[in-house]
């Protein structure tokens, strides 16, 4: 169902799993553990990651729609603890209207974003080989991406 983990054999994993060789550095990333659902909220661009992931495909990025999509995933009486992202302008703005500590990574030092790069790349796999899978054109990529991240969700209940 999520083509997790790659399948040497399967064509839709050759196709969709496709990397450049790592350029590794030194160090590594810790993960942050939770009591509850909301305690740690952790944001990049469009995909938003507890134990729960989802993305928001936006056509621009602007705050007021961060905001919205914040909102839609935590709900309006969930208490959130903190979140975390990158120094995006646009998640600055949404944090701040939320009224919710915030976090952000050191610029320029990406072993912070690993754990979040790493959801991120496993979205996007999954996302390619939906459509792979389907014979859907890459348009559809929304769509794919969303139910991706259901799909791991279930996959995380079960």
């Not at 992202?85 to 990406?110: C, F, I, M, W």
Request: with cysteine; proline share 5%.
């Amino acid at each position: 169902m999520t083509h997790r983990p790659k399948n040497p054999y399967c064509p839709v994993c050759q196709r969709a799993k496709m990397m450049a060789p790592h350029a590794r550095k030194l160090g590594g990333s810790s993960t942050i553990k939770s009591d509850k659902y909301g305690d740690h909220l952790t944001i990049l661009g469009t995909v938003v990651l507890t134990t729960k992931r989802y993305v928001y495909p936006n056509a621009t990025k602007e705050g007021e729609q961060c905001y919205e999509n914040l909102l839609h995933f935590t709900g309006v009486d969930d208490e959130i603890g903190v979140i975390y992202s990158d120094n995006a302008p646009e998640l600055e703005y949404a944090v701040k209207k939320l009224g919710v500590r915030h976090n952000t990574s050191r610029e320029y030092s990406d072993e912070n974003k690993a754990v979040i790069e790493r959801e991120i790349r496993t979205v996007l796999e999954g996302t390619r080989a939906a459509l792979t899978q389907a014979g859907l054109p890459d348009k559809m990529w929304p769509l794919a991406a969303q139910h991706r991240c259901i799909a791991l969700n279930i996959k995380l209940k079960g």
